[in-house]
């Protein structure tokens, strides 16, 4: 990024030339926002969530990028998370996210859910993500 656009932005101009993080369009992002099941410590919370879900979900097919966002618990910050962790999975389009759904994969790692997260504290969202600053 320019200096310039650099400084349109810090003084409140929109990048209109927003795009996915590789540069070629929209991307297409599917959000999880989700609390812990009850009786899991944070440690073995943490662990699963890495180790096992995320290997199953990587193997989703489609999938160009999964990213797992975990809650951190900051000393003294009057706002305490409202959720452990967010989930993000990258598909290039509409089309490749209606494919995945229809998966074994993607199945498989719904059924795994109940093993690590409380289910009805899941929040869900279809995304585009739009990138307005970049340093």
């Known amino acids: 990024m ?7 932005l810090a003084v409140g101009h929109i990048d209109n030339n927003w795009d996915r ?12 926002c989700f609390r812990k099941r009850a009786g899991i410590s944070d440690e073995d919370f943490d662990r699963y969530w ?9 193997r989703i097919p489609g999938l160009r990028r999964l990213v797992q966002s975990r809650a951190v618990r900051v000393p003294d910050d009057p706002r305490q998370p409202d959720f452990d962790g967010v989930a993000e999975l990258w598909f290039e389009d509409e089309a490749a996210l209606v494919r995945a759904r229809a998966s074994e994969e993607w199945k498989q790692s ?7 997260l409380d289910p009805s504290s899941t929040r869900y969202a279809v995304t585009e993500e739009r990138t307005l600053f970049q340093g």
């Open 2 to 8: 320019t200096v310039a656009r650099r400084a349109s």
């Open 21 to 32: 993080a590789d540069g070629y369009g929209i991307v297409i992002k599917v959000v999880y």
């Open 50 to 58: 890495r180790d096992v879900h995320g290997r199953m979900g990587a």
């Open 110 to 116: 719904t059924q795994d859910e109940t093993n690590f």
